[in-house]
């Protein structure tokens, strides 16, 4: 039996370059940087004080006739207005019939902790140095709203949309750390593939800019200390780089059935060709030395693809800006294209939008079908220091015309979880 062949008919995108794909595409291209101080809360008493923040923009009331909006996560709400987009941009809606051949896989986080509320809670709880734990508890049944609990889920995002949208097939959520949007869309290829669903939505979305996010990030040291200049900060593969820099949004596309899309006369943005998908098997947060995860991440998806590695014509890396991951990563990428690596050229778009955690990878998916679609490289900002052991073609600092056939996303996350998707510009 053939097996069935797995398109992109809509996007939809809102992060700190912009608050719809065509605004952050154009934006990636100038070399434009989305990172700046925080605002979100007073983040002066951090080591790091800036961010990749959405800036000037909220879910309207009107797009949500489901309540009040004021309960929503930051997750959530970031959803909806990505996902409303990739569907107003597939014009799938009306071609459903049966909506439970319609289905939601979302890779989100958690969504935001009220961290006032917490502080009111604790400060009721300590008197004279001891933890009271009833005080705590009975200041939080007075404090806390069991709604916006209930919203910091990470399946709330995929709940509402399915309401919203109608979509009554399967939905599922993961939580994969950094690679978790680009494994929800490698899995809900694999659900179109086996026939339980013609069309999906998938995606992923996550804010991890508040007080606790930002606290175990730099207790890890994995964050970038460069306040002085934050449009500079993120600089992967640099000799110079510190840490990445938290971003948030969100990023979805409509997958959708070949023939089904054709027949219906979609716009095809590429396909979905091949996905790879592996564990590490090894420490929480640091990368096995030897790349192993990665580099059968990345085969495997050639593999699914029927390519060879001659055919890739672009990386998007996972690219974090912190000094382990851009050398493993590098070293990767030359294991697995062998002599041809100093001719495929690899680039790394966190230097500008930051680090959108669960969901990077599908937004660096989308990166990847408008490069081919435009036949142009987003390049790596801030790329101003040879570091020696990453020594491939980074697309530094401005981007490239290219003729692009097929290019891999790749996606590593803390855990050892690591996804590459294979994308195919023609159908």
Request: hydrophobic share 40%; net charge negative.
């Given at each position: 039996?053939?097996?069935?062949?797995?398109?992109?008919?809509?996007?939809?995108?809102?992060?700190?370059?912009?608050?719809?794909?065509?605004?952050?595409?154009?934006?990636?291209?100038?070399?434009?940087?989305?990172?700046?101080?925080?605002?979100?809360?007073?983040?002066?008493?951090?080591?790091?004080?800036?961010?990749?923040?959405?800036?000037?923009?909220?879910?309207?009331?009107?797009?949500?006739?489901?309540?009040?909006?004021?309960?929503?996560?930051?997750?959530?709400?970031?959803?909806?207005?990505?996902?409303?987009?990739?569907?107003?941009?597939?014009?799938?809606?009306?071609?459903?019939?049966?909506?439970?051949?319609?289905?939601?896989?979302?890779?989100?986080?958690?969504?935001?902790?009220?961290?006032?509320?917490?502080?009111?809670?604790?400060?009721?709880?300590?008197?004279?140095?001891?933890?009271?734990?009833?005080?705590?508890?009975?200041?939080?049944?007075?404090?806390?709203?069991?709604?916006?609990?209930?919203?910091?889920?990470?399946?709330?995002?995929?709940?509402?949309?399915?309401?919203?949208?109608?979509?009554?097939?399967?939905?599922?959520?993961?939580?994969?750390?950094?690679?978790?949007?680009?494994?929800?869309?490698?899995?809900?290829?694999?659900?179109?593939?086996?026939?339980e669903a013609d069309v999906m939505l998938a995606g992923g979305t996550h804010s991890m800019i508040h007080p606790f996010g930002l606290t175990g990030f730099n207790l890890l040291t994995a964050l970038s200390e460069s306040n002085d200049h934050p449009t500079k900060a993120s600089r992967p593969f640099d000799r110079l780089r510190d840490g990445f820099v938290l971003g948030e949004g969100s990023a979805m596309?409509?997958?959708?059935?070949?023939?089904?899309?054709?027949?219906?006369?979609?716009?095809?943005?590429?396909?979905?060709?091949?996905?790879?998908?592996?564990?590490?098997?090894?420490?929480?947060?640091?990368?096995?030395?030897?790349?192993?995860?990665?580099?059968?991440?990345?085969?495997?998806?050639?593999?699914?693809?029927?390519?060879?590695?001659?055919?890739?014509?672009?990386?998007?890396?996972?690219?974090?800006?912190?000094?382990?991951?851009?050398?493993?990563?590098?070293?990767?990428?030359?294991?697995?294209f062998g002599d041809l690596a100093d001719k495929v050229p690899v680039s790394s778009t966190k230097s500008m939008m930051g680090h959108l955690i669960a969901a990077a990878g599908a937004s660096e998916m989308i990166v990847c079908l408008l490069?081919?679609?435009?036949?142009?490289?987003?390049?790596?900002?801030?790329?101003?220091?040879?570091?020696?052991?990453?020594?491939?073609?980074?697309?530094?600092?401005?981007?490239?015309?290219?003729?692009?056939?097929?290019?891999?996303?790749?996606?590593?996350?803390?855990?050892?979880?690591?996804?590459?998707?294979?994308?195919?510009?023609?159908?």
């Amino acid at each position: 039996m053939e097996r069935r062949r797995i398109v992109v008919t809509g996007i939809g995108m809102i992060n700190p370059m912009g608050h719809d794909a065509p605004t952050v595409w154009k934006g990636l291209q100038n070399g434009e940087s989305g990172v700046g101080y925080t605002t979100l809360f007073d983040a002066s008493g951090f080591p790091t004080k800036i961010s990749a923040e959405v800036k000037d923009w909220d879910l309207k009331p009107e797009d949500y006739p489901f309540g009040t909006i004021d309960d929503l996560g930051r997750h959530t709400k970031f959803a909806i207005g990505a996902a409303t987009q990739a569907v107003a941009d597939s014009g799938v809606a009306d071609s459903i019939d049966d909506p439970t051949r319609f289905g939601i896989y979302l890779g989100s986080g958690e969504g935001n902790q009220d961290f006032h509320v917490f502080s009111r809670m604790m400060a009721a709880a300590i008197a004279d140095g001891e933890f009271d734990s009833s005080k705590f508890i009975n200041r939080g049944l007075e404090l806390l709203n069991p709604a916006k609990e209930i919203e910091q889920e990470p399946n709330m995002p995929a709940a509402h949309l399915a309401a919203l949208l109608n979509a009554q097939g399967p939905n599922l959520n993961c939580l994969t750390a950094c690679a978790a949007s680009s494994q929800a869309v490698g899995e809900a290829t694999e659900i179109i593939r086996r026939g339980e669903a013609d069309v999906m939505l998938a995606g992923g979305t996550h804010s991890m800019i508040h007080p606790f996010g930002l606290t175990g990030f730099n207790l890890l040291t994995a964050l970038s200390e460069s306040n002085d200049h934050p449009t500079k900060a993120s600089r992967p593969f640099d000799r110079l780089r510190d840490g990445f820099v938290l971003g948030e949004g969100s990023a979805m596309v409509i997958l959708e059935e070949l023939d089904r899309a054709k027949a219906r006369g979609a716009t095809i943005y590429g396909e979905v060709a091949g996905y790879g998908t592996t564990a590490d098997a090894y420490r929480i947060t640091d990368i096995p030395p030897d790349g192993h995860g990665g580099i059968a991440a990345m085969r495997m998806a050639i593999a699914d693809a029927g390519l060879q590695t001659t055919d890739i014509g672009y990386v998007n890396a996972h690219g974090t800006s912190t000094t382990v991951n851009d050398k493993v990563e590098s070293l990767a990428c030359r294991q697995v294209f062998g002599d041809l690596a100093d001719k495929v050229p690899v680039s790394s778009t966190k230097s500008m939008m930051g680090h959108l955690i669960a969901a990077a990878g599908a937004s660096e998916m989308i990166v990847c079908l408008l490069a081919m679609r435009d036949s142009i490289l987003p390049p790596t900002i801030n790329y101003e220091n040879p570091d020696p052991l990453c020594d491939l073609d980074y697309v530094p600092n401005e981007a490239r015309p290219a003729e692009i056939s097929y290019a891999l996303n790749n996606s590593f996350g803390f855990g050892g979880q690591n996804v590459t998707l294979c994308l195919a510009r023609d159908v």
